[in-house]
């Protein structure tokens, strides 16, 4: 990859993610590289999806420009620049940015072997059209969008995340010797909740924070049940009334999670780096769940849930010294 674009992916990294910054910062060459700019490209996607300022059809012709120019490298790419002046007003500055300098990831992205652009490219339009389709399907009322069911929100957690976790199981497979056909083969049949497991933990802890920036991914039809209007997400005396409303949601993210450590497991114990990778956003998930059945009277809270700093650096040192042993892993999981 060329050394300026690859420096400014890894350098521009932590300003939008630094957790995945820390995760992937572990990886070796040229896994570290591939998976650093296949997160930026799907974080360019996501910038635009999730712009107020940016009407349907404007999203629509942003994200196929930008899936159009992963392939084609006449593209005139001056259109970053038009893109990121209609965003930047509602998007952060980082992501903003992210989006102006659009080109260099895509010369990064077009600069890596064939063999990975391969792996990444078909699960990137994969997200990208199923952003777009969930953009148009999710109604807008009263200035909110909305997921109706359970099966819609797994449907709409695939698309944002589940094709990631097909595209790093493509990657690993590139990289990994150890990961035979048939390694591959069971690795795939849980990548899928792998994803959705991360995705769900993510709108649980972000309900309040999702509401404000327009968007509600508690189903409609859990809300009804629990007879909640969705401004009552932004009312910590609903907590209790809303957590024990979730309950087939946290079955499903059960069986989610429990999918995702049987994939990381599957990892070759050698590939110590790409197991301590998978296995810090897991354990920090599953610690997330912990804390919201610990503090479900404050679930709602204006005080995000978050894993505290202390218990962040526990669950590192932990997984430094036995993430590449399928039995210390096994009796972590129990324990937790």
């Known amino acids: 990859m060329p050394k300026d674009d690859i420096k400014f992916c890894h350098d521009f990294l932590p300003k939008v993610s630094r957790t995945f ?24 996607l996501d910038t635009i999806e999730d712009s107020p300022s940016l009407p349907f059809k404007r999203k629509e012709n942003s994200i196929n420009f930008f899936l159009d120019c992963l392939v084609n490298q006449k ?3 001056n259109a970053f620049e038009e893109i990121y002046s209609e965003l930047k007003e509602q998007s952060s500055p980082y992501d903003a940015e992210l989006v102006k300098n659009g080109d260099k990831i895509r010369r990064s992205f077009l600069s890596s072997r064939k063999e990975s652009q391969e792996a990444i490219h078909p699960w990137v339009v994969e997200m990208g059209k199923g952003m777009l389709l969930y953009n148009k399907k999710m109604e807008e009322k009263n200035g909110l969008k909305e997921i109706k069911t359970l099966e819609d929100l797994d449907n709409y957690c695939y698309y944002i995340a589940g094709t990631v976790g097909y595209m790093l199981t493509n990657l690993f497979s590139l990289n990994c010797p150890e990961i035979d056909k048939n ?3 069971y690795l795939k049949e849980r990548a899928n909740d792998f994803g959705l497991a991360l995705q769900k933990v993510n709108i649980l802890k972000d309900i309040r924070e999702d509401y404000i920036r327009g968007w509600v991914f508690i189903p409609q039809k859990i809300l009804i049940q629990a007879k909640m209007e969705p401004s009552n997400l932004l009312d910590e005396n609903y907590s209790i009334i809303l957590y024990n409303s979730l309950f087939p949601l946290f079955e499903t993210l059960k069986k989610n999670l429990q999918s995702a450590f049987e994939y990381l497991i599957a990892i070759p114990e050698n590939e110590k780096e790409v197991r301590l990778f998978l296995s810090t956003s897991l354990f920090f998930a599953r610690e997330t769940v912990n804390l919201i059945q610990k503090k479900k009277k404050n679930f709602l809270s204006q005080e995000k849930l978050k ?7 526990k669950i590192l040192a932990a997984l430094q010294s036995k993430c590449n042993s399928n039995l210390k892993l096994e009796k972590m999981w129990k324990r937790n």
């Open 75 to 77: 593209i005139n790419t």
């Open 183 to 185: 390694k591959y083969n």
């Open 307 to 313: 894993i505290s700093r202390l218990q962040v650096s």
């Open 21 to 44: 910054a820390l995760s992937i910062s572990q990886l070796k060459e040229p896994l570290r590289s591939e998976i650093c700019v296949t997160y930026l490209i799907c974080r360019i």
